[in-house]
């Protein structure tokens, strides 16, 4: 049988949540790529792809703060 002190688990818990919450983050970064190489030579475009950007550092960075 495994035992593992308390503080090792929390840490492993971190770490698969962190695992789980990546992969939806992969999945929309993915499907934004079409958008990004598209977007910048339209009216406006730039901006909305800056806007994909922005959106999608802060989900990261809020997923990476909340994994401490």
């Given at each position: 049988?495994?035992?593992?002190?308390?503080?090792?688990l929390t840490r492993l818990q971190r770490v698969?949540?962190?695992a789980l919450a990546i992969l939806?983050?992969?999945?929309?970064t993915a499907a934004t790529?079409?958008?990004l190489t598209v977007?910048?030579?339209s009216?406006?475009?730039?901006?909305?792809?800056?806007?994909?950007?922005?959106s999608i550092r802060?989900?990261?960075r809020t997923l990476l703060a909340g994994s401490r």
């Open positions: 049988m495994l035992h593992a002190s308390p503080a090792a698969l949540l962190v939806p983050l992969l999945l929309v790529v079409p958008a977007l910048p030579f009216r406006q475009g730039a901006e909305r792809a800056l806007l994909l950007m922005t802060e989900h990261t």
